[in-house]
C-alpha cells in the first residue's frame, strides 16, 4: 500500500501562487502513474493533472484544460515526490486538492478508478 501525503496548502489571493506537495512512501514501484484531483465544495472530484511514474512515457505530464498554461505539474523521483504549481490562482481554483498513485491504464488516467491510493487532501482557497 502506498502511502501518500499532501502539503502546501493554504488561503492565497486571486492571481496568486501555491506549490503543492505530494510525497509517497511504501511499495512506489509498483507505481505506474501519480495524479492530483481536487473537489470543490458540492461539487464532484475532477482530474488536475498527471505524471507518468515509470514506463515509456515515464515523465510525461498532462493537465486539465481548465488549468492549462496557469498549473503544471513535476516530479523528484529521487525522494517519491510530485509537485503541482499553481499558478494565477482563480476563485474557481478553491477546493480540496488531493493526490493519487496508481496504476491507470489510457482510457483511466484522468479518472478516479484508475488510482487505488490517496492522500487525506491539502485545502487551497483563492480569495477575492
Known amino acids: 500500500q502506498v502511502r501518500l501525503v499532501e502539503s502546501g496548502g493554504g488561503l492565497v489571493q486571486v492571481g496568486g501562487s501555491l506549490r503543492l506537495s505530494c510525497a509517497a512512501s511504501?511499495?512506489?514501484?509498483?507505481?505506474?502513474?501519480m495524479a492530483w484531483f481536487r473537489q470543490a465544495a458540492g461539487k464532484d472530484r475532477e482530474w488536475v493533472g498527471n505524471?507518468?511514474?515509470?514506463?515509456?512515457?515515464?515523465?510525461?505530464?498532462y493537465v486539465a484544460d481548465s488549468v492549462k498554461g496557469r498549473f503544471s505539474i513535476s516530479r523528484d523521483k529521487t525522494i517519491s515526490t510530485i509537485y503541482l504549481q499553481m499558478n494565477s490562482l482563480k476563485p474557481e481554483d478553491t477546493a480540496v486538492y488531493y493526490c493519487?498513485?496508481?496504476?491507470?491504464?489510457?482510457?483511466?488516467?484522468?479518472?478516479?478508478?484508475?488510482?487505488?491510493?490517496w492522500g487525506q487532501g491539502t485545502q487551497v482557497t483563492v480569495s477575492s
Open positions: 505524471v507518468r511514474w515509470s514506463g515509456g512515457s515515464t515523465g510525461n505530464t
Open positions: 511504501g511499495g512506489t514501484s509498483g507505481i505506474h502513474a
Open positions: 493519487a498513485a496508481g496504476r491507470p491504464i489510457t482510457s483511466t488516467m484522468a479518472t478516479m478508478r484508475g488510482y487505488g491510493n
